[in-house]
Structures are given as C-alpha cells and as structure tokens.
C-alpha cells in the first residue's frame, strides 16, 4: 500500500514561486509513474504534469509530460525514493487551486489522465494573490 504526502503549498504573491514536495510511503516496487494535478473550487481536476519511468516509457525510460498550459514553467521531478517535486515558478492568481500528487501502477494509459493513477494524496493548498 502507497501512501503520498504533499507539502509545500502556501500563500504567494503573482510571480512568486513554490517548490511542492510528494513523499511516498509503503510499496513503491510496482510504481510506474508519479503526477501532479489541480483543482480549483468548482473545476475538475486537471493534469499539470508527471514523471513516468521503466515500463511506462520502455525499456529503462524515463519521461516527463506537462500540460500545455505549463509551458516549460513548472518542472517536474522524481527522486530515487519516487518522491517527487513540482517547482512552480512565476505564478498567476489562475494557478490558485488545491495540488495533489498522485502515483501510478498502471500501464496503458495516458500519464495525462485521472485514470492512470491508483493512489493520491491529500492535497496541498496553492493561493496565489494578485
């Protein structure tokens, strides 16, 4: 059993910046890939990037997907426990959501959507002020 914690969240002022941190817990054997997601109040949780490796990319790959709306801005990391990183950077009152981190067990499908991830964690509050 997988379990994620994140950190990191906070309050910050338009074009500051947040590191956000997803530590992992328990079997991490079977773990194909690790993402980030958001949800704003009354918005569906949304893709913001994930690190996919071994089989998720073939043979001793490794990967990395972002949204569009990422543009290069927030990468994304993992480190050889799985734990894994979100730096956020030049922020907008638009990033202002609830980030989860979420791990995936599953082959097959886009690192892209909900569906491919088994386990998420708790959420960590992003509040960006104009």
């Known amino acids: 059993q997988v379990q994620l914690v994140e950190s990191g969240g906070g309050w910050v002022r338009a074009g500051g910046s947040l590191r956000l941190s997803c530590v992992v817990s328990?079997?991490?054997?079977?773990?194909?890939?690790m993402g980030w997601f958001r949800q704003a109040p009354g918005k569906e949780r949304e893709f913001v990037a994930a690190t996919g490796w071994g089989a998720a990319t073939g043979w001793s790959g490794i990967g990395t997907s972002y949204s569009a709306f990422v543009k290069g801005l927030f990468p994304t990391s993992v480190d050889d426990g799985k734990n894994t990183y979100l730096q956020m950077d030049n922020l907008k009152p638009e990033d202002t959501a609830v980030y989860y981190c979420?791990?995936?067990?599953?082959?097959?499908?886009?690192?892209?959507?909900?569906?491919?991830?088994?386990?998420w964690g708790q959420g960590t509050q992003v509040t960006v002020s104009s």
């Open positions: 979420a791990a995936s067990s599953k082959l097959g499908y886009p690192l892209t959507s909900r569906i491919s991830y088994d386990t």
């Open positions: 328990g079997r991490t054997l079977g773990l194909y890939a």
